[in-house]
């Protein structure tokens, strides 16, 4: 019962008609446990609270879920796990669908700051990519293809959420992609972008190199990596995890554009 007195859920369960939930974990550093138990027991609870009010769920969950999990390729060091915040959510999805309540799944990709301003309210794993290539300290990103990094600004998730909210029927039982679908950035011109800022701003740095995962376990690995003191071993292996599980190997879907949703951000709009 959420924590709540009986009486306080009696009440609730009176008033409610809609629940949107947003809540979730998304730090890759914490444990499997925790995860889950914001990610699926939290999920198991908002199916609770729906079904006691006969209400309609509007469940936030990711466009990940589609996603392969790449493994970790230095031989375990990285302690961030992207896979496993990938499975909770996939496990929270299949308890959203099969609850029997009217219920819509709003899968956002990763979400940015606001498109007009950039304020956001914490810097996002993107941040930390972002300073690791500045410093040097991101010589590689690990991936067979140029693939594609998919983000949202936060005020056109917000604006999504509520039109599925006044819409029901429009989109009861569907699953509604807030993404930038086939306008997302790839790898190659992304870091294009870093790099013509970083010249802007009178940093020098170098590109760093696709590296498909072969490569890095028969020769980057041995020469390089293997070398490194435990704690950059650990460092330099989460940001690995981070690069090869946040970017996405074939555009995603995306119901934006799609009257009455908002349109997509596109890499020719202000961002």
């Not at 138990?37 to 199916?47: C, L, T």
């Not at 970790?72 to 029997?100: C, F, N, Q, W």
């Not at 293809?145 to 039982?173: E, G, K, M, W």
């Not at 072969?214 to 003191?229: E, S, Y």
Request: aromatic letters at 6%; glycine letters at 6%; a negative charge.
């Amino acid at each position: 019962h959420l924590g709540l007195d009986d009486r306080t859920w009696s009440a609730l369960t009176r008033d409610v008609d809609t629940v949107v939930h947003c809540a979730g974990v998304v730090d890759f550093g914490i444990d499997d446990a925790s995860t889950r138990a914001v990610n699926v027991d939290g999920v198991r609870h908002i199916v609770e609270l729906s079904r006691d009010a006969s209400a309609r769920l509007v469940h936030v969950s990711t466009a990940f879920v589609g996603q392969p999990v790449i493994p970790d390729v230095t031989g375990g060091l990285a302690t961030m796990h992207p896979g496993a915040y990938i499975a909770s959510k996939r496990d929270g999805e299949d308890l959203v669908r099969g609850s029997g309540l009217d219920w819509t799944i709003v899968r956002p990709s990763i979400v940015c700051g606001d498109s007009e301003t950039g304020e956001i309210s914490e810097l996002q794993g993107l941040h930390t990519l972002v300073r690791a290539f500045l410093r040097g300290t991101l010589p590689v990103v690990l991936c067979e293809d140029a693939l594609q990094y998919d983000f949202v600004p936060c005020d056109v998730v917000a604006r999504s959420i509520a039109t599925v909210v006044n819409h029901p029927r429009q989109y009861d039982r569907e699953h509604v992609w807030v993404t930038s679908g086939a306008a997302a950035l790839d790898i190659d011109s992304l870091v294009a972008v870093l790099v013509d800022e970083a010249t802007r701003l009178g940093i020098a740095v170098d590109a760093p190199r696709r590296l498909h995962p072969d490569v890095f376990q028969r020769l980057w690995k041995p020469a390089f990596f293997d070398l490194l003191d435990p704690a950059s071993q650990t460092k330099f292996a989460n940001l690995l995890a981070s690069v090869a599980n946040l970017f996405n190997t074939s555009p995603f879907p995306t119901s934006l554009g799609s009257d009455p949703l908002p349109p997509a951000q596109t890499a020719d709009r202000k961002s």
